[in-house]
């Protein structure tokens, strides 16, 4: 079983800058994705940003330029630093982990982005 713990949302003016973080815990699998979702009410979840533990990354077209996702593979953790942000990206932020063909999910995190 794995813990995944995420800090670091809150509400922000357009324009700002916010930086998620989200700890892996419990039987940890050095080889894994990591990555952030979102989801707003009424929407589905979708994904923001992802990395591998060998370090390739994938973004969603809307925040390319934007939001640049890292991992700390020796803290087993991932964080999602979100500049330029715009009202548009208000969403519940989801850390998710894959390892051993198993989904893991954290609690989420709201981030508010104000015009």
């Known amino acids: 079983q794995v813990q995944l713990v995420e800090s670091g949302g809150g509400l922000v003016q357009a324009g700002g800058s916010l930086r998620l973080s989200c700890a892996a815990s419990g039987s940890i699998s050095k080889i894994n994705t990591m990555g952030w979702y979102r989801q707003t009410p009424g929407k589905q979840r979708e994904l923001v940003a992802s990395?591998?533990?060998?370090?390739?990354?994938n973004y969603v077209d809307s925040v390319k330029g934007r939001f640049t996702i890292t991992m700390d593979n020796a803290k087993n953790t991932v964080f999602l630093q979100m500049n330029s942000l715009k009202p548009e990206d208000t969403a519940n932020y989801y850390c998710h982990r894959a390892q051993s063909g198993v989904n893991y999910w954290g609690q989420g995190t709201q981030v508010t982005v104000s015009s």
């Open positions: 990395i591998t533990s060998g370090g390739s990354t």
